[in-house]
């Protein structure tokens, strides 16, 4: 345990100084960001810190794969955006020699499209998919876990394959006696294995994120607070073609990037509202998300996301609704289960 645990240590250490040399820019293999289950979509799309006995917070940071997880599957179907769809599943198990792990799919398709040649004749047509299968593992000593997944991710379009390898590592701290989570996650570090044909090689969507969950003594309630995309400061982009505001001389004034705005736009927050053992309710707020997709003078509700989650049994349902901009949303269902249970009733 402890020789895990100083291998996982040493993993991080050696992320943090790879990460500090890294500068920000345009990544591929972006469906990896993409919330995976319906749980870290209702709190906003990013959560590191609230989920230790969901099977599939493991794909948000391998360090809340908890002991209590053991055997279970968490299964998800996502309706996205434009009629894109993406399935995924995560399983636990414990050995006695490997200890705690996970395995993980996600398989994203953007469906099929019309092939043309260079004067518009069609010839048929192709399809675009993305998928990634994940191994993880993780390792407690109390009050600290540390956890760590591999993955290898595989984007093709019309044949046409891309490949890399990345790395998720993970710490949490979990208070002995309350109900209070500290997260710390490095996802996506890794490297393109095979870029696409006649093609280069590109960043990965490498994130360093932060946060904290808390659940107050006798509350019906947790909250949660996410900082992401912690390798760079400025993550603010202003179109240079949007026209801008006429001040008291007619002249035309263009808006700037404020500390406030560079600031915000690293934070989610999340609150989960326990209605019973079998019910939560919960809602997310992203403001990154919100300030790069809302329409100007429409509003909407770009940014926010509402969930809600019910326990049948043996069996945990969630749904999420994720508004990301007036033209669209995104649905989640999520069904998790604990096959112990089906496992004990097989041997009695």
Do not use: C
């Amino acid at each position: 345990m402890q020789k895990r645990l100083s291998l996982l240590g040493l993993l991080l250490v050696a992320a943090v100084q790879l990460t500090s040399a890294q500068v920000g820019g345009r990544s591929v293999f972006r469906f990896l960001v993409v919330p995976t289950h319906a749980r870290v979509a209702a709190l906003g799309g990013i959560n590191i810190s609230s989920g230790l006995e969901d099977v599939n917070a493991v794909s948000s940071n391998p360090a809340l794969m908890h002991g209590k997880t053991n055997r279970h599957l968490g299964l998800t179907h996502l309706n996205y955006l434009a009629d894109v769809s993406q399935n995924n599943a995560y399983y636990t198990f414990e050995s006695n020699r490997w200890g705690r792990n996970a395995i993980g799919v996600q398989y994203l398709d953007y469906g099929a499209f019309t092939q043309t040649d260079a004067a518009g004749q069609e010839e048929g047509s192709f399809r675009v998919r993305d998928y990634a299968f994940s191994l993880s593992h993780a390792a407690t000593i109390e009050p600290f876990t540390l956890g760590a997944t591999a993955k290898v991710a595989v984007s093709s379009i019309a044949g046409n394959q891309a490949v890399a390898f990345l790395v998720d590592l993970g710490g949490t701290f979990k208070h002995p006696e309350k109900d209070f989570v500290v997260g710390l996650a490095i996802r996506n570090l890794g490297v393109m294995l095979k870029p696409y044909d006649n093609g280069e090689r590109e960043d990965l969507p490498l994130d360093i994120q932060i946060g904290a969950s808390y659940k107050p003594e006798h509350a019906p309630f947790r909250l949660s607070l996410t900082a992401h995309q912690l390798q760079r400061f400025d993550i603010v982009y202003l179109d240079p073609n949007q026209k801008g505001t006429l001040n008291e001389n007619n002249e035309e004034v263009k808006e700037e990037k404020t500390f406030g705005d560079k600031l915000a736009r690293h934070f989610v927050v999340g609150g989960e509202f326990i209605l019973g053992p079998g019910f939560q309710l919960r809602a997310g707020y992203n403001h990154l998300r919100r300030k790069e997709l809302v329409v100007e003078n429409v509003g909407g509700m770009a940014g926010v996301s509402l969930g809600a989650s019910v326990k049948v049994h043996a069996f945990r349902f969630e749904y999420t609704y994720a508004s990301y901009h007036v033209a669209g949303a995104s649905n989640y269902l999520s069904l998790n289960t604990d096959l112990n249970r089906f496992l004990k009733k097989k041997l009695d």
